[in-house]
């Protein structure tokens, strides 16, 4: 069984019955669950082996490099001058309206994706594939591009209110994704016997359910705050000020970044904050299946005519909203924009080298991820804890200070790799990481840890454990990681635009181009095209079933 503990009043009930009925069993699944925890304990207290540990502090070391340009940066002109910039009355203003935002934003992306997960992993509505792959389509769609779609209709809607809706959005996938991946993976053993006792649907949602959806309705959750907090495309189009927008026009109205920097080690501490408290959220629980016998799909729950016609209309609502009337703006454009002369050429050379980038920074950002989820999962205590912050310091910058940090470390001490295409995919991996890590995380949280400890009191050594074992279970993470950062790097705009190498374009920044002189009918072919290629995993993502 899949259970938290401690556990929710209604699940104890649950299994002080089950214990109840089973005699001398109930002994003998004592002495089992004190023998399970003693392995537990044993495993968390081993030393961490090399194999693990020395590609894990590399990673964090990795993603700590934006972090020492900015230190450095932001100190460049003396302490009293950063300190001057962080108290100043304008910062407490972005303070305020970047906080409103994103928790506006992680609060309606909890109700779509929970909602949407929900219904369509445990309810009996119609078409629940349909819907799931439709769930996870806005990922295709760029947060720029949803806001032109619904600025262009509704030109009232600019500001905090068109930024909010925006971003909810285009941002509600990293919720659905993960709390439909564990509804689909928990045993439904819990459930069906709350429901056996007596206890309605809301009642069995709120104390059974919920509680083994935290963890990934938290950490989409934390993902949502870090991409709201870095986002630049959205808040610029919407006319809303933010830190990322602030800090950007700093970098381009002026050679001194020392202001920006230190507006940008803000957002650092913000992020170590959100990082801290989602932890703090995860606690010491347990998730994963330890109970004998194979997986088993839940008992779909079975609407009545209003509920599923509720259901329904919520469902096709919500895409809509999020994808069929983005997509429908753009193909308007394309069809009765007077300023659409774009040829085919540069639109496959900028596919191309759009799917090659994403796909080279999607590998590197995985294999970075990799050890540092391990270590997280199987290994708690404070190397791991640095670790995993460390690993978190450059998804909630924006991408134009993480790409102006690699050119400054490549210019000083590794001039070859400057306006490079390698530099350009390190920095994807050190803004995307965070997206790769919480995918693999959430994977090895459902894997029972007892095989990784029978494989080694069989004579495995540490690298053959994780190869054989750790590795095989951790699979469907490391590709849901894989493909959820291969999509957000072909939306990437403001890094790529500054360290694409030259004569190299890729869709976003064509896009971008012809949208800032205002030719959106040219720039429609480019972002129909970058959502179509996106969609392809996004489709995927939606689709996968066990």
Same mark, same amino acid.
């Given at each position: 069984?899949?259970?938290?503990?401690?556990?929710?009043?209604?699940?104890?009930?649950?299994?002080?019955?089950?214990?109840?009925?089973?005699?001398?069993?109930?002994?003998?699944?004592?002495?089992?669950?004190?023998?399970?925890?003693?392995?537990?304990?044993?495993?968390?207290?081993?030393?961490?082996?090399?194999?693990?540990?020395?590609?894990?502090?590399?990673?964090?070391?990795?993603?700590?490099?934006?972090?020492?340009?900015?230190?450095?940066?932001?100190?460049?002109?003396?302490?009293?001058?950063?300190?001057?910039?962080?108290?100043?009355?304008?910062?407490?203003?972005?303070?305020?309206?970047?906080?409103?935002?994103?928790?506006?934003?992680?609060?309606?992306?909890?109700?779509?994706?929970?909602?949407?997960?929900?219904?369509?992993?445990?309810?009996?509505?119609?078409?629940?594939?349909?819907?799931?792959?439709?769930?996870?389509?806005?990922?295709?769609?760029?947060?720029?591009?949803?806001?032109?779609?619904?600025?262009?209709?509704?030109?009232?809607?600019?500001?905090?209110?068109?930024?909010?809706?925006?971003?909810?959005?285009?941002?509600?996938?990293?919720?659905?994704?993960?709390?439909?991946?564990?509804?689909?993976?928990?045993?439904?053993?819990?459930?069906?016997?709350?429901?056996?006792?007596?206890?309605?649907?809301?009642?069995?949602?709120?104390?059974?359910?919920?509680?083994?959806?935290?963890?990934?309705?938290?950490?989409?959750?934390?993902?949502?705050?870090?991409?709201?907090?870095?986002?630049?495309?959205?808040?610029?189009?919407?006319?809303?000020?933010?830190?990322?927008?602030?800090?950007?026009?700093?970098?381009?109205?002026?050679?001194?970044?020392?202001?920006?920097?230190?507006?940008?080690?803000?957002?650092?501490?913000?992020?170590?904050?959100?990082?801290?408290?989602?932890?703090?959220?995860?606690?010491?629980?347990?998730?994963?299946?330890?109970?004998?016998?194979?997986?088993?799909?839940?008992?779909?729950?079975?609407?009545?005519?209003?509920?599923?016609?509720?259901?329904?209309?919520?469902?096709?609502?919500?895409?809509?909203?999020?994808?069929?009337?983005?997509?429908?703006?753009?193909?308007?454009?394309?069809?009765?924009?007077?300023?659409?002369?774009?040829?085919?050429?540069?639109?496959?050379?900028?596919?191309?080298?759009?799917?090659?980038?994403?796909?080279?920074?999607?590998?590197?950002?995985?294999?970075?991820?990799?050890?540092?989820?391990?270590?997280?999962?199987?290994?708690?205590?404070?190397?791991?804890?640095?670790?995993?912050?460390?690993?978190?310091?450059?998804?909630?910058?924006?991408?134009?200070?993480?790409?102006?940090?690699?050119?400054?470390?490549?210019?000083?001490?590794?001039?070859?790799?400057?306006?490079?295409?390698?530099?350009?995919?390190?920095?994807?991996?050190?803004?995307?990481?965070?997206?790769?890590?919480?995918?693999?995380?959430?994977?090895?949280?459902?894997?029972?840890?007892?095989?990784?400890?029978?494989?080694?009191?069989?004579?495995?050594?540490?690298? %053959? =454990?994780?190869?054989?074992?750790?590795?095989?279970?951790? $699979?469907?993470?490391? !590709? @849901?990681?894989? *493909? +959820? /950062?291969? #999509?957000?790097?072909?939306?990437?705009?403001?890094?790529?635009?500054?360290?694409?190498?030259?004569?190299?374009?890729?869709? %976003? =920044?064509?896009?971008?181009?012809?949208?800032?002189?205002? $030719?959106?009918?040219? !720039? @429609?072919?480019? *972002? +129909? /095209?970058? #959502?179509?290629?996106?969609?392809?995993?996004?489709?995927?993502?939606?689709?996968?079933?066990?």
């Amino acid at each position: 069984m899949i259970a938290p503990r401690p556990t929710p009043p209604s699940t104890a009930s649950v299994n002080s019955g089950t214990a109840g009925n089973s005699g001398t069993g109930g002994d003998a699944g004592a002495g089992a669950d004190r023998t399970s925890g003693s392995v537990r304990r044993a495993v968390r207290g081993r030393r961490i082996p090399p194999v693990l540990a020395v590609p894990a502090a590399l990673t964090g070391a990795f993603a700590l490099l934006p972090l020492v340009y900015l230190v450095i940066r932001a100190l460049e002109r003396g302490p009293a001058f950063a300190w001057g910039v962080v108290s100043a009355d304008r910062t407490a203003g972005l303070l305020g309206n970047s906080l409103r935002l994103t928790v506006v934003v992680v609060v309606a992306t909890w109700v779509l994706g929970v909602s949407l997960a929900w219904l369509t992993e445990r309810t009996a509505l119609p078409a629940a594939r349909l819907w799931a792959v439709l769930a996870t389509l806005p990922l295709a769609v760029p947060s720029y591009v949803m806001s032109f779609s619904w600025l262009s209709a509704f030109p009232g809607i600019s500001g905090f209110t068109g930024a909010a809706v925006a971003l909810s959005l285009a941002c509600f996938p990293y919720v659905y994704l993960p709390v439909a991946a564990v509804l689909r993976g928990a045993d439904p053993a819990l459930e069906e016997a709350a429901r056996s006792l007596g206890h309605g649907p809301w009642r069995t949602f709120r104390s059974v359910t919920l509680p083994q959806l935290r963890p990934a309705a938290v950490g989409g959750g934390l993902l949502v705050a870090l991409y709201v907090m870095s986002d630049f495309g959205a808040v610029s189009l919407m006319r809303y000020d933010t830190f990322t927008r602030a800090i950007h026009t700093s970098y381009r109205a002026s050679f001194d970044r020392t202001p920006a920097a230190a507006l940008g080690c803000v957002l650092v501490l913000i992020t170590v904050a959100l990082v801290v408290a989602e932890r703090r959220t995860r606690g010491r629980a347990r998730y994963d299946r330890t109970g004998r016998g194979s997986a088993r799909p839940a008992q779909r729950m079975p609407l009545g005519r209003a509920a599923r016609t509720a259901a329904l209309g919520w469902s096709a609502a919500v895409a809509l909203a999020a994808v069929a009337f983005p997509v429908g703006t753009l193909c308007y454009w394309i069809a009765v924009g007077n300023s659409a002369t774009w040829a085919p050429g540069p639109l496959w050379e900028a596919a191309v080298a759009t799917v090659g980038v994403a796909a080279a920074g999607a590998v590197v950002t995985v294999l970075l991820a990799v050890p540092v989820a391990v270590l997280s999962v199987r290994h708690r205590g404070p190397l791991a804890r640095t670790l995993e912050h460390a690993s978190f310091a450059g998804h909630a910058l924006p991408g134009i200070t993480v790409a102006l940090a690699f050119v400054f470390l490549a210019v000083r001490y590794a001039e070859p790799l400057y306006q490079q295409w390698p530099l350009l995919v390190l920095a994807y991996a050190a803004l995307f990481l965070p997206l790769a890590l919480t995918g693999v995380r959430a994977a090895l949280l459902q894997a029972p840890e007892s095989l990784e400890e029978a494989a080694r009191s069989l004579g495995r050594g540490p690298f %053959a =454990t994780l190869r054989e074992v750790t590795l095989p279970l951790a $699979a469907p993470g490391i !590709a @849901a990681g894989a *493909a +959820l /950062t291969f #999509v957000v790097i072909m939306k990437e705009l403001p890094a790529t635009l500054l360290l694409r190498p030259t004569g190299m374009d890729t869709l %976003a =920044t064509r896009l971008w181009t012809h949208t800032d002189n205002f $030719a959106f009918a040219a !720039a @429609a072919p480019y *972002a +129909l /095209t970058l #959502v179509l290629i996106a969609a392809v995993p996004s489709y995927l993502l939606g689709r996968h079933r066990p």
